[in-house]
């Protein structure tokens, strides 16, 4: 299944190849031992453009579709992870607002979309997987609600400024409201120290009496549970391209390692029970990549796409953690060595079995699914 | 009188003295010449006496145009003078050094004549009448020969310290000419400053030691410069350690770069791409060191270490 | 400030192949990419209109294929492209296609500035920026590694020819060849990308243009490429050191000292 890719697609995808090789994978390996990006990596990502790719044109974005989308995404992972987990936070994140904002809050915020980072709360300490689980609230005031609570876990909190947030309405209600790190009461807490997507910033944010507009709220009332599930479904695409590119650079550097590393007098990738390594992380990702293309089709297709995109990323998580222990065995002392990149790729790839739903609420999600099919 | 169908050698100043290249370039062309008048053509400021050093190399003839014009003279005026000396004494080819100012000014006379120019050859050599031009091409992975058939003069650029400059003996005739070109209103030197640059220590350099990316790390370098210093040897490096603040262009050896022929050449973490190898395959003794014994560098060697280049660096500057 | 950077489509790896008899590259399966000296010179431009206003004009000469390149460059920011394309052309040397570069250029017309980047990487001549100016009797700066505008008729230019640095001040309409530590070229933003393929790009052919057949393709290239072969790999005995590092240092410093280089 090779796609054809228009022009610009073409030019957006070896611009993204040629950016990710200079400006991102030499940095991979230093943002995993200090769990930060390098000064200046985000202003020159922004500064590039990155955070237009799927934005539509109206609002000053490039407007480009979600399967290219999660392939630049992939060429980007392929470099760091971290980095295309940023990106990845940010679409997410426009998507929701794209598909539920009202036009009011589109024109006002979108246009924004194109320089400020843009992010999604879900978790709380006493819910993710399950969100009527969680604490926060908006209550009803004059023209408007007052928010409450505490997101932790958000994929680029602290470094995002504009933040969609699940918060409950109702005893058994979930609503999703778009606040801005600049309105009175609005707070940042701390930054996780995650084992892997390091440079990623993972942190969490406090709500305390941050007063919004009615055309804050995104949908309707009480539809805060499908605008997760949706969010969830786009990050999961692209979380599959993510997990797709992290073992594309694993495969990499473990058939060069295996080229260039001797034993016995000849190269070990020459030896059955390496070739075997390789052959299974290629498996893995082929298998992955094509999960991800799948629901990127559908996606743009208009049809639905939300359990393949769960399969994408509940195959792809433990096929990439997989794969990263191959290559890992593959380099044997120096890939169990932080100077080398193997171990933080399988901590990197280990996120996704737990970031945006974790793979057991995927295969729940996949097993109701196909229950309903044959349901009399 | 200036002889016709002679071979001319564009002399170019390099600072105050006569460049390297026009050395050189003498030199191959007393070699290669069989019977042809070998002619320098120079052109200099009244105070200049580039003729003297050019003697010492043994061409048949030396053209000298002598003009205060020449002082920071533009491209075009340069090239205008030395079109129309061309015209008027018909040599039958002219070299040039392929330095920044070589390739510059000869595709200006080039065009001026409507003849063919050949850019950067690593050699050239006469079948009859027809001068071969030996140059590289895609990044040096191809070599090709050109020839100029049916126009004359035939015109080439040759890369600095292909060959090597020999003094030789022998009364070269000066032929002072009027200088006709004026000066370029168009363009107007405002500032000129020689260049104390790695450049000239490395092309020169009798010893080098050269720095790929498998030495690409901080405590190998300073260790590096530590042994160069005991050493008296010139520090290069190759494509990718460009990138770091520490190295500039200027000490890239190869193909993009400077071209070496050092009498030692120690490499250190460098695979050895072909563009790498032309730089400095005319040193007189390669040590290689590298992590992967297949790298492409160690068949170019006549000495090799596999491993890592921090263990070697650290082991010499215990010995120094 | 009206600029034409003149920029080439080249093989997207050195790593080529050619036709034994016909001495041709051969180009199968190798996507062209714009040289990469090409993109410091459009980078130049794209700064001195951001600074002085005006418009940037790209041109190329090859096949069809060069239209990407192109939008490559209009995606890095110019205005608009044009590409010379015409069997006429084919065999064209250095001294042909500047040829045919300048005609274009007068048909353009109105220009300030003609930038090239410093040389192409798969010929490497360097040859047709002051071919084009010499066409046009213009004054030329090569190897530029800054250029500041002055006035609406004069920019002042850094050259680095390597020996010798020189800062020249140059009356426009002229001639400049970037070298790659101008600047570092902008990647192309995806809003650019996207708004490449709008912007304008015209197709000349050979007829559209005021040419002398004496100077264009083979015709007009003094030049024949005889032969054309891979170079031979010189070898070495690649003696083995000590695989000891202490041991390998001393043999090192041995040879040194037995040849005489300590």
Redesign the interface.
């Known amino acids: 299944m090779e796609r054809q890719w228009t ?2 697609e073409q ?2 995808l070896r ?1 993204a190849a ?2 990710t090789d200079a400006e991102l994978a030499p940095y991979d390996l230093e943002m995993a031992h200090t769990n930060r990006y390098p000064d200046g990596l985000v202003e020159k990502l922004i500064q ?3 955070l ?2 799927m934005l539509p ?1 109206e609002y ?5 579709g979600p399967e290219v989308t999660a392939a630049m995404i992939e060429r980007i992972a392929k470099g760091s992870a971290s980095v295309a987990a940023t990106l990845e936070g940010h679409y997410k994140s426009v998507d929701a607002i794209l598909k539920y904002g009202t036009d009011a809050l589109k024109k006002a915020l979108l246009p924004q979309a194109t320089h400020r980072i843009f992010a999604f709360g879900m978790t709380e300490s006493t819910g993710g997987s399950n969100p009527m689980g969680i604490q926060s609230t908006a209550k009803r005031v004059a023209g408007g609600w007052l928010l409450n609570g505490n997101k932790v876990m958000i994929t680029n909190g602290t470094l995002a400024e504009v933040y969609c947030v699940l918060v409950k309405t109702g005893e058994q209600e979930l609503s999703v409201f778009v606040v801005d790190n600049s309105m009175p009461g609005f707070s940042f807490g701390k930054r996780e120290d995650f084992i892997g997507l390091r440079g990623t910033p993972i942190g969490e944010i406090f709500l305390s009496d941050v007063r919004v507009d009615d055309d804050h709220l995104l949908g309707r009332v009480g539809q805060g549970g499908a605008i997760g599930d949706h969010a969830h479904d786009d990050a999961r695409i692209l979380m599959g391209a993510v997990l797709s590119g992290i073992m594309q650079h694993a495969l990499s550097l473990a058939a060069k390692y295996a080229n ?1 590393r ?1 034993a016995l007098g000849t190269p070990i990738g020459q030896m059955q029970a390496i070739q075997r390594k390789l052959a299974d992380i290629k498996i893995n990702q082929e298998t992955t990549q094509l999960l991800w293309e799948r629901a990127a089709y559908a996606k743009a297709q208009g049809q639905p796409y939300s359990e393949l995109a769960a399969m994408a990323k509940a195959h792809g998580s433990r096929a990439a953690v997989a794969a990263c222990d191959d290559a890992l065995q593959v380099y044997a002392g120096y890939g169990y060595s932080n100077d080398y990149p193997l171990a933080h790729l399988m901590l990197d790839a280990r996120a996704l079995e737990i970031a945006e739903g974790t793979v057991e609420k995927m295969r729940t999600a996949i097993a109701q699914a196909e229950l309903k099919k044959e349901e009399a | 009188m200036i002889t016709k169908d002679a071979l001319w050698i564009v002399a170019e100043f390099e600072g105050t003295r006569i460049a390297p290249v026009t050395l050189q370039l003498l030199t191959k062309a007393r070699a290669i010449a069989n019977g042809r008048t070998v002619a320098a053509v120079l052109l200099e400021t009244p105070a200049q006496t580039g003729e003297e050093t050019l003697a010492q190399y043994g061409p048949d003839e030396i053209i000298v145009a002598q003009d205060e014009a020449f002082q920071n003279a533009s491209d075009r005026t340069q090239a205008e003078q030395l079109t129309a000396l061309i015209k008027a004494n018909q040599p039958n080819t002219i070299l040039f050094g392929a330095t920044p100012e070589g390739r510059s000014l000869a595709p200006r006379v080039q065009d001026q004549l409507e003849t063919g120019l050949t850019a950067d050859c690593l050699d050239f050599y006469y079948e009859q009448d027809l001068l071969v031009a030996v140059k590289p091409s895609y990044g040096d992975n191809v070599m090709c020969e050109i020839v100029c058939p049916d126009r004359r003069p035939q015109m080439a650029s040759v890369r600095p310290n292909t060959f090597a400059a020999k003094k030789a003996t022998g009364a070269a005739r000066i032929e002072r000419v009027d200088a006709t070109a004026a000066a370029d209103s168009a363009c107007v030197m405002q500032k000129t400053a020689v260049k104390i640059a790695a450049t000239t220590s490395l092309s020169g350099a009798r010893k080098i030691i050269a720095l790929g990316r498998g030495a690409n790390k901080d405590a190998v370098i300073e260790g590096v410069r530590k042994v160069a210093d005991k050493l008296g040897a010139s520090v290069g490096v190759s494509r990718p350690l460009t990138d770091r603040p520490d190295f500039t262009a200027e000490q890239q050896i190869g193909q993009s770069g400077v071209t070496v022929s050092p009498d030692l050449i120690l490499n250190l973490g460098i695979s050895g791409a072909v563009q790498y190898q032309v730089g400095m395959s005319s040193s007189k003794l390669v040590i290689s060191v590298n ?4 790298a492409p560098i160690m068949v170019q060697s006549d000495y090799v270490w596999t491993g890592d280049a921090a263990a070697l660096v650290a082991a010499l500057q215990d010995l120094l | 400030m009206k600029i034409v950077v003149c920029i080439k489509q080249v093989p997207g790896s050195n790593r080529v192949s050619f036709d034994p008899i016909t001495h041709n590259l051969v180009r199968e399966g190798m996507a062209g990419r714009m040289n990469p000296f090409d993109e410091n010179a459009i980078e130049a431009a794209v700064r001195l209109r951001e600074q002085v206003g005006g418009e940037v004009v790209l041109l190329s000469m090859g096949p069809d294929a060069t239209k ?1 390149t192109l ?2 460059g209009m ?1 890095m920011g110019a205005d608009s492209a044009y590409l010379l394309s015409s069997r006429a052309f084919a065999g064209s040397d250095t001294l042909a296609t500047g040829y045919i570069l300048a005609q274009a250029i007068r048909k353009i017309g109105a220009i300030d500035l003609i930038l090239f980047g410093r040389q192409a990487v798969d010929a490497d001549t360097g040859q047709v920026g002051p071919i084009v100016a010499t066409e046009l009797d213009l004054p030329q700066a090569t190897f530029a590694e800054k250029i500041q505008p002055l006035d609406a008729q004069h920019v002042v230019v850094n050259r680095d020819l390597g020996a010798v640095t020189q800062t020249v001040q140059l009356t426009l309409p002229a001639v400049i060849t970037v070298r790659a530590e101008a600047n570092q070229p ?9 708004q ?2 709008t912007k304008p790009l015209t197709t000349w052919t050979d007829q559209d243009l005021t040419l002398d057949a004496s100077r264009i393709g083979q015709a007009g290239s003094p030049t024949i490429v005889r032969k054309v072969y891979a170079p031979e790999p010189t070898t070495r005995a690649a003696k083995p050191l000590p695989q000891d590092p202490k041991e390998a240092a001393k043999a090192l410093l041995d040879i040194l000292q037995a040849q005489g280089l300590l």
């Open positions: 022009e610009p030019m957006l611009m040629k950016y590039t453009g990155f237009t790719v044109t000053g974005g490039a407007g480009f260039e001797t | 992590r992967d014994s297949k | 990407e939008h490559d995606a902008r990647y192309e933003s995806p809003v650019a990308i996207q490449s393929l």
